[in-house]
């Protein structure tokens, strides 16, 4: 069995990923940290865990008892956090926070399976990509392997209100995002450095921009993109590249029909979907922000990183009613 710390456990990505590896059927969790929480049934702050486990959340973090540790830290805590506590050697590392996403002076591989996974094979320590990233990135390289991003892509994509962590905050609260909508960040999201970084070493140059929308959606969880891309190619090569490139995938498909946000949402799909209106290559794509943009995918990188099923833990039913 793989021994398993968590650290930030209380959080929604916490809880998802509790959720999931209390049902995998090759790891344990030994300890979900959490100092507000210290003491407290997990199952008293996710509800949904209810009859499942007495596993408490704990101050402590007996690193030596562990085979890996996920970081569910907010942003730019994880490599605050290694700068105060030393990890040992042979315990694996997977963050989702973005600390390491981006290359530089670190050993951490970026964790996207559909391009990286004989690294992360070989990984002691996995960035896990960010929700929007991943979404627009599986909507994107195939067409990046074409060598069709030469001019700039439209990007829009809307996610659910989980996406923006279990704090409530003005955006966040029901009687603000029902029935609404709104943007942010436009044209400057962070998730776009990660996004250009897997497209460049796709493509093997990226010139164009990426203007990037994201949407709050009256929702709570999913990501749902759309992606224009300006290309003379027949419909008839594209889709074939796109099945070809996503033909060994474990979780990421090309759809033949259009898609919904309910074919992926509680799963750790990624589906991918292209249309051509005259010389305008429209990509869809979507994905559950929560698994597959975030601790699903984590799941699925420790699987690799461990050397067993990559699908492991991850045989997941659509809420698809």
């Known amino acids: 069995m793989i ?26 969790i030994v300890f979900a940290n959490s100092e507000s929480n210290a003491g407290n049934l997990v199952s008293d702050v996710h509800e949904g865990l209810i009859g499942e486990t007495d596993l408490k959340f704990t101050d402590q973090m007996p690193f030596e008892d ?16 290694l700068k105060e506590h030393t990890i040992p050697e042979n315990v694996k590392i997977i963050d989702l926070a973005q600390d390491f996403r981006i290359k530089g002076n670190h050993d951490y591989v970026y964790g996207l399976p559909e391009i990286n996974k004989e690294e992360i094979t070989k990984a002691q320590h996995v960035a896990n990509p960010g929700c929007f990233a991943t979404c627009i990135q599986v909507a994107l390289l195939p067409a990046a392997h074409l060598n069709l ?29 029902n029935n609404n909508l709104s943007i942010y960040k436009p ?28 949407y709050r959606g009256d929702f709570a969880r999913g990501i749902f993109c759309t992606a224009v891309i300006k290309t003379k190619v027949p419909i008839e090569d594209i889709i074939a590249a796109y ?27 990624a589906l991918v979907h292209v249309e051509k209106y005259g010389e305008k290559l429209l990509v869809t794509s979507c994905i559950d922000n929560l698994l597959k943009g975030a601790v699903g995918q984590a799941v699925q990188n420790m699987n690799i990183m461990f050397g067993i099923d990559e699908t492991a833990g991850l045989r997941l039913k659509a809420s698809a009613f």
């Open 66 to 81: 562990v085979d890996v540790l996920f970081f569910c830290f907010g942003h730019g805590k994880s490599e605050a956090f």
């Open 243 to 269: 099945k070809d490139f996503y033909k060994d995938t474990a979780f990421t498909h090309y759809s033949d029909k259009s898609l919904d946000l309910k074919q992926v949402v509680n799963t750790n799909k």
């Open 3 to 28: 021994k398993v710390g968590i650290l930030g456990a209380a959080g929604y990505t916490g809880g998802e990923l509790i959720r999931l590896l209390l049902n995998h059927p090759e790891a344990e």
């Open 187 to 214: 044209f400057q999201h962070q998730h776009l450095a990660e996004i250009r970084q897997s497209l460049k070493q796709t493509q093997g140059y990226l010139d164009a921009d990426i203007d990037f929308i994201p």
């Open 149 to 177: 991003l030469k001019e700039d892509v439209a990007v829009n994509a809307i996610t659910g209100s989980t996406g923006a962590g279990q704090k409530p905050s003005a955006t966040t609260h029901f009687s603000w995002r």
